[in-house]
């Protein structure tokens, strides 16, 4: 159903840096819907990570950064410690209703 | 401080009907919209669909139109998420989450959630 792409799974080695790239289309991110990010720890609600392609809310380490172009965005982590691992959704807007990235599971090797 | 606190979990029988709640407190209600996300076991976020309570202005993502009603109560500052027959296929956990700002929630991120209601419907 989800019209936003994600790759399934990434991983990286304490420190190293990640990238998890989400991939929209012309009614959608390409057509100038803002995309954020949500990390989402099971057993716990998810939370926003990135708001408005690249903004970071209050107590969200500068470690995690976004982006976005044409019709895909990104989001960067640095630094990557244990405590990231868990699942990260882009979200935007498709003519007007929201929508979800398929999810991205990152492992912290 | 600003918090969506969601009714308790939920077991159901198929094609029974059902209301989940989300208490919202903190913020001025009215004025920013609401909405609802769910998870399926081993599955992603969807989105349902979202409201406005001020005027009751309720946007459905197109696989939900007709199969849920989103509702508010600006008097108790409440939003629900309502199945007139439920199906197996419902089994899910919903969210009951709020846009970052007032003005168009499709500017915006979700950066309130509520902890979750798991709904179980068994056939």
């Known amino acids: 159903q989800s019209v936003l792409t994600q790759p399934p799974s990434v991983s990286g080695a304490p420190g190293q840096r990640v990238t998890i790239s989400c991939s929209g289309s012309s009614s959608n991110i390409g057509a100038n819907y803002n995309v954020h990010w949500y990390q989402h720890v099971p057993g716990t609600a998810p939370k926003l990570l990135i708001s408005?392609?690249?903004h970071r809310p209050s107590g969200v380490p500068d470690r995690f950064s976004g982006s976005k172009s044409g019709t895909s965005a990104s989001l960067a982590i640095t630094g990557l410690q244990a405590e990231d691992e868990g699942d990260y959704y882009c979200q935007s807007y498709d003519s007007g209703l929201g929508v979800f990235g398929t999810g991205t599971k990152l492992t912290v090797l | 401080e600003v918090q969506l606190v969601q009714s308790g979990a939920e077991v159901k029988k198929s094609g029974e009907s059902l209301k989940i709640s989300c208490k919202a407190s903190?913020?001025?209600?009215?004025?920013?919209?609401i909405g609802w996300v769910r998870q399926r076991p081993g599955r992603g976020l969807e989105w349902l669909g979202i409201i406005f309570p001020f005027d009751s202005d309720v946007r459905y993502s197109p696989p939900f139109q007709g199969q849920v009603t989103i509702s508010a109560d600006k008097s108790i500052t409440t939003a629900y998420l309502q199945w007139r027959s439920l199906k197996a296929s419902d089994t899910a956990m919903y969210y009951c989450v709020r846009a970052e700002d007032t003005g168009s929630y499709y500017f915006y991120g979700l950066n309130v959630w509520g902890q979750g209601t798991t709904v179980t419907v068994s056939s």
């Open positions: 408005t392609n690249t």
């Open positions: 903190g913020y001025r209600f009215s004025t920013y919209w």
